[in-house]
């Protein structure tokens, strides 16, 4: 998973949201189905999501031409164990937050500062030592980059992140 | 699901799960995984097993058994090497939407993961060139399962299913039975196409000048319906008609409106034909590479509408301009009743001037080539073979590379379900076993096996297989001692260095059908030909003809890799005259 450079200014990032059936090898069959066809992900995110633990949500951000995401879509939508897919970013307003964990090691201002830009980004402190923070962020994928940079100067150590999950605004179901 | 009072072991549930889905032979290969599912065919009737000498036999067995029938083939086989010499049959039947059930046997489920003797991750091994694939785990889960995987190899798009059965949950017993037909929770295809979109395929139809059906193994698939109900539309519409490797015979070959194969080894008119025409109907074909040619110069200036069960063919690399997504049989039976009820009949002179193009395209003679009293030209046993068994009963299989193309050309398909081809995997050493299958299917009938003297040889094995069930098939080997398509190809891009490319040290093949106690015939002179393809037809028991016809005899016409329809070498054209001989081509 890895940002790619939008050259093309025909190439978009789309979010998918599949509705599969939470059994064994399902994930197997979307990210093969990804490498297999040379399609890009750049944001997974899978657990299941009805109460019963039978179905699972799977949230998936790629970028390619119009052509290529059309295709990705009909070619999940095959998959025997696919319920359903949904493009969000063309079905209309949709929010997206993901979260990351970020550990950064320093001491004396730079503690301040990191405490500082923390407050400005809402990020909480979830663990701490005398020379360490653990914060953890929620947001767009672009606050969360924006924040990873800012305390990439502070002593970033480690970072993870949870990839992108999604659901379109208002009454509509999936 | 029914409780019943006895519980059946696993191996039993199997056997009468493929009973009541009215399966009647298995093509298989024992082992130790699925010795279970083994007794469990010894202790019955019912079911016919065919043992073939390689797993991968077994695949193109149930493919020809599939292809010939309309049923779907059925292949058991053991866990490991069992299994992953299924894969190219698997993938085979994957690129030409075949439908086919494959049984693997798995170590136990306490074994898994644990390298274990003969163990695979044989879903992990088959996801990718399987339609959908299991591993069944509980004992519970395996007739459902198994009902569920005949639903998903022949619903929509046909292709291959492993079931992969542990050896203890063939043991463990069960009382779970499915019973009635299959409600799959997610995979429901689409078969009656959208009918506002069928009436205006209807409208473009009737109002072309230059109107072309392009039609594919999808017909096939779809059943005698699709063929009969095409045959009555391309009459109706008076237009002219090309076929894919994979769809030849949906259309018959003798008609005055078929053009003959489209593609890189198409006829002039067909190609030219799909390159000018103004109204394209893709019915059930996939604009595969081998057919379109350069795809910036494929047919631009037509409408196209594609017809296909699967959508995601649709767009995949030819932008279409009306796509109907539904069953071939089931769209054409609509587009029928459109066209009957509506006004739409053609106008007088309509389609003259494009029938007058293709006169001109068709003049060329795209599939002469220079006939010989000396060596058997390849072409020439062909259309021989042809000649002689028209009146018979015939099913034709072949192996792949230029005898596969020239059966292609100079064999005339006249019925469905007729040819058995490796088309989208092109898999020398398919055309033997796959006759197999034939013949288990039409006892009665005459198959043969076009071949050429290297892809025969890589599934030789099942001589055996053919003489143990007393299956006449006929092996008709085109042997120009070379694998002649990868030859040509050196020959036309890479300055006819021969690399690697002469079959040196060949089998005497006529010793070698007696060694496998079949019939073996040479012939050598074009002569001669006849009464050799006589006595193979009137031979009552597995026959190998040995053909032996010109070395460097190449397979026109050819759209070469990345021109376009109309950018064709012809047999005529000068600079690729071949030269008997030896001499390199240019």
Known sequence: MHD??????????????????????????????????????EHLTVAPVDLAGSESRITVVTIGTPEVIEQIKVQLDRLVPVHTVADLTEEGPSVERELALIKIVCQGT????????????????????????????????????????????????????????ALSRGQKKL | MEMAEKEWSGAEIILKSLTDLGVEVIFGYPGGAVLPIYDEIFKQDKIRHILVRHEQAAVHAAEGYARSTGKPGVVLVTSGPGATNAVTGLTDAMLDSIPLICITGQVPVQLIGSDAFQEADTVGITRHCTKHNYLVREVANLSRTMHEAFYVATHGRPGPVVVDVPKDVQILTSAEFHKGEVKHRSYKPEIKGDFPAIKQAVEMLANAKKPI???????????????????????????????????????????????????????????????????????GARFDDRVTGRLNAFSPHSKKIHIDIDRSSVNKTVRVDLPIIGDVAHVLEDMLKVWKTSVHALAPDQLKDWWQDIQGWRERDSL?????????????????????????????????GQHQ????????????????????????????????????AHPDAL????????????????????????????????NNEYMGMVRQWQDLNHDGRHSHTYSEALPDFVKLAEAYGAHGIR????????????????????????????KLANCFPMVPSGAAH?????PDDEEFQDHEGGAALV
């Not at chain 2, 994979?246 to 008609?255: F, K, Q």
């Not at chain 2, 193309?405 to 490796?422: C, G, H, I, K, V």
């Not at chain 2, 050429?452 to 094995?461: H, L, V």
């Open chain 1, 4 to 41: 790619v450079t939008l050259i093309d200014e025909k190439i978009r990032r789309h979010t998918l949201s599949v509705i599969v059936d939470n059994e064994a090898g399902v994930l197997a069959r979307v990210i093969g189905l990804f490498s297999g066809r040379g399609y890009n992900i």
């Open chain 1, 110 to 165: 730079d503690r301040d500062e990191a405490l500082r830009i923390a407050k400005a980004f809402r990020a909480r402190i979830v663990d701490s030592t005398k020379e360490s923070f653990v914060f953890e962020i929620t947001g767009k994928t672009d606050k969360v980059k924006a924040f990873i940079q800012l305390m990439d100067d502070l002593g970033l150590v480690e970072v993870v992140r949870t990839g992108v999950a």
């Open chain 2, 213 to 283: 059906f392009y039609t594919g193994g999808g017909v096939i698939n779809s059943g005698p319906a699709a063929s009969s109900l095409l045959r009555e539309l391309v009459r109706l519409s008076g237009a002219p008609i090309t076929s894919t490797l994979m769809g030849l015979g949906a259309y018959p070959a003798s008609d005055r409106q078929f053009l003959g194969m489209l593609g890189m080894h198409g006829t002039y008119e067909a190609n030219n034909a799909m390159h000018d025409c103004d109204v394209m109907i893709c019915v």
């Open chain 2, 368 to 400: 002469q080539y220079k006939s010989s009293e000396e060596v058997i030209m390849p072409q020439y046993a062909l259309e021989r073979l042809n000649a002689l068994t028209r009146d018979k009963d015939v099913y034709i299989t072949t192996e792949v």
């Open chain 2, 405 to 440: 193309m020239w059966a292609a050309q100079y064999l005339e398909f006249e019925d469905p379900n007729r040819l058995m081809t490796s088309g989208g995997l092109g898999t020398m050493g398919y055309g033997l076993p796959a006759a197999v299958g034939v013949q288990v």
């Open chain 2, 447 to 478: 198959v043969i096996d076009v071949a050429g003297e290297a892809s025969i040889q890589m599934n030789i094995q099942e001589m055996a297989t053919a003489l143990q069930y007393d299956l006449p098939v006929k092996i008709f080997i085109l």
């Open chain 2, 523 to 550: 012939v050598e002179k074009p002569a001669d030909l006849d009464k050799a393809i006589v006595e193979m037809i009137k031979t009552d028991k597995a026959v190998i003809v040995d053909c032996r016809v010109a």
């Open chain 2, 566 to 570: 109309n950018e064709m070498i012809l």
